[in-house]
């Protein structure tokens, strides 16, 4: 069974940073590719970035490049999602999901499974 567990969020200040953590199991790690996604109040969920973990191939949404880095250890089967440079606007629960596939210029992981999420508040 495949089992991801987002981690690592909290309360930041703008322009501040914080790095998230995908614990996963039940899967060949290496032979998956994984999303982040997030979602604000009131608004859809959207994609940040979707890493292919064997590669190391990431795709990023327009909204964090530059400012988010995607990576992961092997050894303990964990994604993290450094977020530097932190707006409000990027206050949002912070989801993790495989598998993920990166299709029509964004993430996509319906039907993989979710870990339950994170929140990330950005004060101004």
């Known amino acids: 069974e495949v089992q991801l567990q987002a981690s690592g969020g909290g309360l930041v200040q703008a322009g501040g940073s914080v790095t998230l953590a995908c614990a996963t199991s039940?899967?060949?790690?290496?032979?998956?590719?994984l999303g982040w996604f997030r979602q604000a109040p009131g608004k859809e969920r959207e994609d940040v970035v979707c890493?292919?973990?064997?590669?190391?191939?990431?795709y990023y949404a327009d909204s964090v490049k530059g400012r988010f880095t995607v990576s992961s250890d092997n050894a303990k089967n964990t994604v993290y999602l450094k977020m530097t440079n932190l707006k409000p606007d990027d206050t949002a629960v912070y989801y993790c999901?495989?598998?993920?596939?990166?299709?029509?210029?964004?993430?996509?992981?319906?039907?993989?499974?979710w870990g339950q999420g994170t929140q990330v508040t950005v004060s101004s």
């Open positions: 890493l292919s973990i064997g590669d190391g191939t990431t």
């Open positions: 039940g899967f060949a790690f290496n032979e998956y590719s």
């Open positions: 999901a495989a598998p993920a596939t990166y299709v029509g210029g964004r993430c996509w992981a319906d039907f993989g499974s």
